[in-house]
């Protein structure tokens, strides 16, 4: 009886602490959710006052950001898996003529605001410095006014350019040049210039930019002065070219398909030379569009070495050579997988990003175009639309047929042509490094293609 007494005390004493424990619980998991909910609630307030003022009440305007979708669901709006809170807002090509709301501040998570060329006007809010995690900000091609706000500085994970570059002349010296002043205040532009002086300084190659030289001093503060003088660029570059960006003297659809094809051979030859020297091989790290300079002849040269790095010719495969990806920065929609993972930098790390700007080159698409969202990206889409779908796809400025009596044979033979061109791309840009194309093999294919459109 006392022991029957005694083991029901002792069960009663643990039931009791068990339900206590688990009230605390789903007290604690019932406060986290209703702080999930009050946060998500934010984001989605902020982002129907943002549409407000970036609409400027245009009908009809960003249809999918409405109340019967989830705003992770709306069109240019990127949502963390853990939380749900808002990462990346990318709108971009409009002519809305409207303003940046305050309420932009409020998205606290958001690493990513890419607002490029929707006709923005007034200033920037100040609240923008609120959003402690950007880590990229792009308003460019509008047309805001004003200073920039102090409180931009708040935002210190922002990953800029090391530098501003200047067109210039220099006595003795016949045509212009371009000036990289590095701004010394960034973080790693002191590496940058150095990386990029030693990747350059001694590669002579017709498809990279020239260093006419290198200065290292002092100015008229007192200050370190670092900048390096490259030949000038006219025709500026690829990502202007491609997608009409203020400033580029050239039209698109003056970039036919056999000029689009000569612009992908020229930085084929330039990664192929940059990867296989004997002594040295150096891994751009970022080859994008932007990094792609044309010069009169519209004859493309790879630019900004800012980020690459030299691994010796000989053992690049080996551990002790390997540079971990987590020190890269790179450009999002470029960088392969693999370096999201931590992975090691190889010259397939570079291939992946060519594979990317062939893409972009044949569809007229950035690989972070609105279009893309969930499990939908650029090489995906390319992928599932060879052969048969091909036209569907790409940028219809190039495909135009110039003799008329016969236009079905030239037809045929740009369609045969795109389709080998996207099996380039796409081959270049799989996701396991081991299945990339050679750039050897890269080069033969497009001669091949390149003859092709001469018949």
Known sequence: MVFSLYTKHISNRFSSSNMRTCMMLVYSMTLVSIAVSLSSNTDKLALLSLKEKLTNGVPNSLPSWNHSLHF???????????????????????????????????????????????????????????????????????????????????????????????????????????????????????????????????????????????????????????????????????????????????????????????????????????????????????????????????????????????????????????????????TIGYLPPEYGAGGPVTPEGDIYSYGILLLEMLTGKRPTDNMFYENLNLHKLCKMKIPEEILDIVDSSMVMPTVEDQTWIVENNIKECLVMFTKIGVACSEEFPTQRMLTKHVILKLLEIKQKLSR
């Not at 509008?142 to 220099?170: D, H």
């Open 72 to 330: 992770c669901e709306w069109q240019g709006v990127t949502c963390g898996r853990r939380h749900k809170r808002v990462s990346v807002l990318h709108l971009e090509n409009q002519t809305w003529g409207g303003t940046l709301a305050p309420s932009l501040g409020n998205l606290t998570f958001l690493r990513f605001l890419i607002l490029f060329n929707i006709d923005l006007h007034g200033e920037i809010p100040k609240q923008v410095g609120r959003l402690k995690r950007l880590q990229g900000l792009d308003l460019s091609n509008n047309n805001l006014r004003g200073e920039i706000p102090m409180e931009l500085t708040n935002c210190t994970n922002i990953k800029g350019s090391f530098g501003s570059v200047y067109r210039g002349s220099l006595l003795n010296f016949e045509g212009p040049i371009a000036v990289k002043v590095l701004n010394l205040e960034t973080r790693g532009a002191a590496k940058s210039f150095v990386a990029e002086c030693n990747a350059l300084g001694k590669m002579k190659h017709r498809n990279l930019v020239k260093i006419l030289t290198c200065c290292s001093s002092v100015d008229y503060k007192g200050e370190d002065f670092k900048a390096i003088v490259f030949e000038f660029m006219p025709e500026g570059s690829l990502e202007n070219v491609l997608h009409n960006n203020e400033g580029s003297e050239n039209e698109n659809h003056s970039l036919i398909l056999s000029k689009r094809v000569d612009i992908a051979l020229d930085v084929a030859h330039a990664l192929d030379y940059l990867h296989h020297d004997e002594d040295q091989v150096v891994v751009h790290c970022d080859i994008k569009p932007s990094n792609v300079l044309l010069d009169e002849d519209m004859v493309a040269h790879l630019g900004d070495f800012g980020l690459a790095r030299l691994i010796h010719g000989s053992t690049r495969h080996s551990s002790k050579d390997q540079v971990e990806s987590s020190t890269i920065k790179g």
